[in-house]
């Protein structure tokens, strides 16, 4: 399973009718959910995006909301950040937000600026700052497809950072701080309601 199985298994299982995505590219996610409204969001016109915007831009000006929200934009961790904030504020009751690339498996991938063909960012910097500052969320990281966050609205245990937030120590503390699950866990765990 990767990403678009896990965005359109919880689509399927939660009957959802709404669906946003920030970062579209060439649209290999966007153009396969099978959700009834889709908007995808991208400040480049040659990417498969319906808005053309950037991120900040269209939440500027959004008056939806949506029950699925996937986050694959800009791969740096204040911008993942802003982007998990703002889409909290258009998620309906019950709705879901999957973060992409919260789990990358070298050191080389996750470096900004970019550095090797293949890239997750460092968005897992700002996963983790929230898992250390918002209770009022529950989070967890799918071990697969560079880590697939997924969030919604509960209660997590706020975890401790005592230490710098390196690749080095992602490295040591990578089950707790993204509160790594397999597919199994995600599937017993969101699709069991």
Known sequence: MDRLDILNTIIKRHNFQSYLEIGVFGGYTFNNILCQHKVGVDPDKNSAANIFLTSDEFFEQNQETFDLIFIDGLHHADQVKKDIENSLKVLN?????????????????????????????????????????????????????????????????????????????????????????????????????
């Open 93 to 193: 009751n019950g709705g879901f937000i999957v973060c992409h690339d919260m789990n990358p498996h070298s050191e080389i991938i996750q470096r900004v600026p970019r550095q090797s063909s293949e890239w997750t960012g460092d968005c897992w910097k700002a996963w983790v700052q929230l898992r250390a500052s918002r209770d009022d969320l529950s989070m967890q990281v799918i071990d697969r497809d560079y880590g697939c966050g997924v969030i919604f609205r509960g209660q997590q245990e706020l975890i401790n950072i005592d230490c710098e937030l390196s690749y080095e120590n992602l490295d040591k503390n990578r089950k707790y701080w993204l509160n790594l699950i397999t597919m199994q866990q995600f599937l017993d765990i969101f699709l069991r309601n």
